[in-house]
């Protein structure tokens, strides 16, 4: 079965520290992304990565760091200086080539900081 | 820079009526797709419908449409016949040269 899997579904941490997201992907899809959902909100783009070893920052960057080791792989960690962490976050890839190339969505994780 | 409005929070439909969803854009790109996403409460996003900018035809996948209007920059969705499984929060979004821009969404609410 292909597809994106995000673990936990559910993350509680304390504030002050860091806490790494998984994502994975066996697609074999070129592009990854991470977004943050907040309630009521849509999707707000952190960093994406359309190769190996690249990535770029999204719109709200700050306070996140990523890596890009291997092509299924796109863990996202949260550090201290994210203000304000807690929300929803959704890791998306597709496929670079081809036609319209929708992104495809993996479960999301719930991340809470008490 | 795009934009991509979505200007209503909540829609109620009865079950079996077609329902509308409203998005509209903006960009300075000749060439744009639009996305529209579904979300239940289980939270994953499910692609559901794809309209090109110089695609000829409205796009239709089951039972959405897309009702694209170019010279109004609109791209609303539509959902013939709802099902109770409808129910979720829908997104309308743009492709940019490599990423998406998302609206904020609308709550849709089927009801028996």
């Known amino acids: 079965d292909g597809g994106i899997t995000q673990s936990p579904k559910y993350l509680f941490r304390k504030e002050g520290q860091n806490v790494t997201l998984s994502c994975e992907q066996n697609?074999?899809?070129?592009?990854m992304y991470w977004y943050r959902q907040d309630p009521g909100q849509g999707l707000r783009l952190i960093y994406y990565s359309q190769i190996v070893n690249d990535f770029q920052k999204g719109d709200i960057a700050e306070g996140y760091s990523v890596s890009r080791e291997k092509k299924e792989s796109f863990p996202l960690t949260v550090t201290s200086a994210q203000k304000n962490p807690t929300a929803f976050y959704l890791c998306a890839s597709r496929i670079t080539s081809g036609s319209y190339n929708e992104q495809f969505f993996g479960p999301g994780t719930r991340l809470t900081v008490l | 820079a795009q934009k991509i409005t979505q200007t209503q929070p909540g829609m109620f439909v009865q079950e079996k009526e077609a329902v509308t969803l409203d998005c509209t854009y903006d960009?300075?790109?000749?060439?744009?797709?639009l996305f529209w996403y579904k979300q239940p409460s289980s939270g994953e996003m499910i692609f559901l419908i794809y309209?090109?900018?110089?695609?000829?035809q409205n796009a239709t996948e089951g039972r959405y449409s897309l009702n694209f209007q170019k010279a109004r920059k609109s791209a609303n969705l539509v959902i013939s016949a709802s099902q109770l499984g409808d129910s979720a929060m829908y997104f309308c979004a743009m492709k940019g040269l490599s990423t998406l821009t998302f609206g904020k969404g609308t709550m849709l609410l089927v009801s028996p």
């Open positions: 309209q090109g900018s110089y695609d000829q």
């Open positions: 697609l074999n899809h070129d592009a």
């Open positions: 960009t300075s790109d000749p060439s744009y797709g």
